[in-house]
């Protein structure tokens, strides 16, 4: 609302809200650092879980970082901010997401202490963005050349991005699995350098056994089983024909009413269908496949002709799987039937259906393409499978991260002590306000370690301090052996981690910091009518089940997530 001689004039749409200044920046920090409180129990091998439970009632227990933050369904604008910025590091490097999170809320918590003495957020962001700079550059010089090669290496970095991620520790067979597929999947350029290609990674999952039953195979496993119980269950020497369309005859392309009168009429009718479906199936028996996948459907008209051409057919295949089955048979996807030849078909040794778990699978081995493989997950219940999958993701950015780039740093916050104390030193290069921000972001690294120390039961500031000291007397790689609480070269321990993971964590939570620090003014539009509170969910009252709106406990007022 704005007045000119006298006369309110209306800015806004009325019912908006606005937040200026000091009151908007304080509002930002503390709903961020809300959200970063709520995941900072999680950080560590001996971090704990959170359980979630969503709209519908789906259980999901993790202490995966961005898994919790996209269950937590935040709605404050700069609480988001904090979220994206997670989700931008899982995007990058499929690991260290908490430690995103924990950063932000860190940084922010520090700079509003900087601003309450009157420390201009300008100069917060500079000092924090040339901490960042500085921090990336320490953590270059830390790192250690690896060779792929060396694969005890890259099965402790997988051990080290899946321990805490599972009840107990991790299993050794399945970061032995991590690495073979990340090996499987990665290529060389023309310029010699690796790429890893994790889209191309299979992972099917069922519940039953135990994580110590899942099984690696070269080769892709296809969550589907035969469309007719007489085809062969196991095809030798498989020519495979992979279909984009439908092995069933066409609709008309407008509506059409057929009357038939005498049952001659309605024999000559069918006959008709039949025709036209045998010779839809004709086509592809001409090419001489005896294996199918088809990404839609099968007319049981269709697979009654399959079965006596002694085709085997699988139907309403994903077209991800679709796709990884032509890239690995050498076949090509068909869409068009007319246009169809020996030439698309592709090649495999053996396509063989199995019963796992009281379902069935369908197993393709033996593939033109070398190095295709695929995983198939077991655990007891559908949860214990969902967390390993979660643990397997991690691992796999982790060692994919190592061989692209053939660096890594120790782990057991190890880097973050470094780095404190090297910031520390740094900021004495600066006279001005600047040298404050930069001081107040090595704090923040520090948090690092000690949230480390607490989640595993120890006293934080003794263990910072003693992690402080071995660090001083040269021991670079010093860290914290969340078992005993020791400090120990993180190094010798293989407890390592790829550098990526490292300088992406910081670069993500500094940017995200400085856009936060930077909104002095809030803006909120009038929300539009809502359904009474319970309307379509059974009469329960608005919250999640009846809980207070602003989930108590992370000091959030009401409204803000």
């Known amino acids: 609302m704005a007045g000119l001689g006298g006369q ?37 091998p001996r971090g704990m879980d959170k359980l979630m439970v969503d709209t519908v009632g789906d259980v999901t227990i993790t202490n995966d970082g961005v898994t919790i933050l996209r269950n937590m369904e935040v709605e404050h604008p700069a609480a988001k901010m904090l979220v994206e910025a997670a989700k931008a590091q899982d995007d990058v490097v499929g690991d260290g997401t908490t430690t995103v999170a924990v950063l932000i809320g860190e940084l922010l918590k520090r700079a509003e202490e900087l601003m309450d003495q009157g420390v201009h957020p300008t100069m917060i962001v500079s000092g924090y963005r040339m901490a960042s700079d500085k921090a990336v550059e320490v953590l270059e010089g830390m790192a250690q050349k690896i060779s792929v090669e060396d694969r005890d290496l890259l099965e402790n970095i997988a051990l080290t991005a899946m321990t805490g991620k599972l009840a107990g520790a991790p299993d050794v067979k399945i970061a032995q699995h991590a690495v073979d597929m990340v090996l499987a999947v990665t290529e060389e350029t023309d310029e010699g350098k690796k790429v890893v290609t994790i889209k191309n990674v299979i992972l099917e999952k069922k519940a039953g056994e135990s994580m110590e039953d899942s099984e690696l195979f070269q080769g892709i496993i296809i969550d589907r089983e035969r469309v007719h119980s007489n085809m062969a269950k196991k095809v030798e020497n498989a020519k495979i024909a992979l279909l984009g369309t439908p092995l069933e005859v066409r609709d008309t392309e407008t509506k059409a009413e057929i009357s038939i009168t005498s049952s001659d009429q309605f024999k000559i009718f069918a006959n008709q269908e039949k025709e036209a479906i045998k010779k839809v199936v004709d086509k592809v028996i001409a090419t001489g496949a005896n294996v199918i996948f088809c990404q839609k459907g099968i007319e049981d008209l269709a697979q009654s002709y399959l079965t006596k051409a002694g085709i085997t057919a699988f139907r309403r295949i994903r077209k991800t799987d679709l796709k990884k089955l032509a890239r690995a048979s050498g076949g090509n996807i068909v869409t068009n039937l007319d246009e169809m030849t020996p030439a698309d078909l592709g090649h495999a040794d053996q396509v063989e259906e199995k019963k796992v778990g009281g379902a069935r699978m369908t197993f393709v081995t033996g593939l033109e393409k070398k190095g295709t493989v695929s995983l198939l997950l077991r655990g007891g219940t559908q949860q214990v499978v969902d967390s390993l999958e979660r643990a397997l993701d991690d691992a796999l950015h982790a060692v994919a991260a190592a061989v692209e780039d053939e660096t890594l740093v120790a782990g057991g916050g190890a880097p973050e002590v470094e780095l404190y104390l090297k910031l520390r030193e740094y900021s004495a290069n600066f006279k ?130």
């Open 8 to 44: 309110p004039i209306l800015i806004l749409r009325e019912g908006s809200r606005r937040e200026r200044g000091k009151e908007a920046m304080s509002n930002n920090i503390m709903a961020a650092r809300a959200v970063a409180k709520a995941v900072r129990s999680t950080l560590g």
């Open 432 to 561: 001005g306000r600047e040298q404050l921000a930069v001081e107040k972001f090595a704090e923040a690294m520090a948090e690092i370690p000690k949230a480390l120390a607490e989640n595993a039961g120890f006293d934080a500031i003794t263990k910072l301090t003693d992690m402080k000291s071995s660090h001083e007397s040269g021991m670079k790689t010093g860290g914290v052996n969340t078992l005993d609480g020791k400090v120990m070269d993180m190094w010798a321990m293989g407890v390592v981690e790829p550098l990526r993971v490292k300088t992406q964590a910081i670069k993500s939570a500094t940017d995200a910091t400085n856009l936060i620090l930077r909104i002095d003014d809030v803006i909120a539009s009038k929300r539009t009518a809502q359904p009474p509170a319970g309307a379509g969910m059974g009469g329960m009252p608005g919250g999640m089940c009846g809980m207070p709106a602003g989930m108590g406990g992370m000091g959030m007022p009401p409204g803000m997530m």
